[in-house]
C-alpha cells in the first residue's frame, strides 16, 4: 500500500477510532445506491468491519471505476467482520416515497448483518429508525471507511441487477446508465413506454400522453 493511500485511509478511519475509543467495539458503516434513478429498487448495505482495518482502495464508490468497484466488493465481502444488504423495490418507492424507502432498506441492511452492531454511522443527514446508537454523516462516504465500504457494496450489488435486466429490457441500455435518466434512457421511454421496472412517479414527464 503506497504511503499516501495508507494515510487516506486513515484519515477515513478517524470516525471509526475515536467510537472505539469510547469502548464501541463493532462500528457499522451504511450507505445506499439508486436513490435517483428512474427505475429499480434502492439498494443500502451495512458493513462491520474489524476494528482499526484498513482495505487498500476503499472510497466514495462515485469516485472509482467499475472494475475497481468489483474488485473492492470482494475484498469487502471476504475480510469484513460483517456485510448485510437490503433494499426497497419499486412498489415499496411508490408506495412510500424514496427517501422512506431508503430509510426501510437501510435497517433492512442493518437487521440482515450477521452480529449486531452497538454503533451506526449511517451516510447523510437522514436518521433512521432504529433502538443502536448512531449518528449521521454528511458525505460520509468519503469521511469513513465502513461507510465508504457499504457504498461499494449497495452500488455492485444494484449495478449487477440492472445488469441482469439489460438482458431482458435491452432496448433500454440499462448497462450502460444502471436505469439514471440519460438522454438515450429518457429517448427509450419514449419509444418503448415504461417497464414494471421503472418508477411510474419519477417518469411521467417522459411518457407520451402524460
Not at 493511500?5 to 458503516?29: A, D, F, N, P, T
Not at 436505469?179 to 419514449?190: D, L, V
Request: with cysteine; aromatic share 6%; proline share 3%.
Amino acid at each position: 500500500m503506497k504511503e499516501n493511500e495508507q494515510e487516506r485511509l486513515k484519515h477515513m478511519l478517524e470516525i471509526e477510532e475515536s467510537l472505539y475509543e469510547k469502548g464501541y467495539k463493532l462500528v457499522c458503516g451504511v450507505d445506499e445506491a439508486g436513490r435517483g434513478p428512474l427505475c429499480g429498487p434502492v439498494v443500502a448495505a451495512a458493513v462491520i468491519l474489524k476494528p482499526g482495518q484498513m482495505i487498500d482502495g476503499v472510497n466514495d464508490s462515485k469516485k472509482i471505476s467499475e472494475k475497481k468497484r468489483e474488485k473492492l466488493y470482494e475484498d469487502i465481502m471476504a475480510n469484513a467482520l460483517a456485510v448485510g444488504v437490503g433494499m426497497s423495490d419499486v412498489d415499496v418507492i411508490e408506495d412510500v416515497n424514496i427517501l422512506n424507502a431508503t430509510k426501510l432498506a437501510m435497517k433492512q441492511a442493518i437487521n440482515n448483518l450477521k452480529v449486531q452492531p452497538e454503533y451506526v454511522l449511517i451516510d447523510g443527514n437522514q436518521m433512521i429508525d432504529i433502538t443502536i446508537d448512531a449518528e449521521t454523516v454528511v458525505s460520509g462516504d468519503a469521511k469513513s471507511e465502513s461507510i465508504a465500504a457499504a457504498s461499494i457494496i449497495a452500488k455492485v450489488t444494484r449495478d449487477r441487477m440492472l445488469l441482469e435486466w439489460d438482458k431482458e429490457y435491452p432496448e433500454y441500455g440499462f448497462a450502460k446508465h444502471k436505469g439514471y435518466g440519460t438522454k438515450a434512457h429518457i429517448e427509450a421511454i419514449g419509444k418503448y413506454g415504461l417497464t414494471p421496472l421503472h418508477r411510474k412517479s419519477f417518469c411521467t414527464k417522459f411518457v407520451k400522453g402524460e
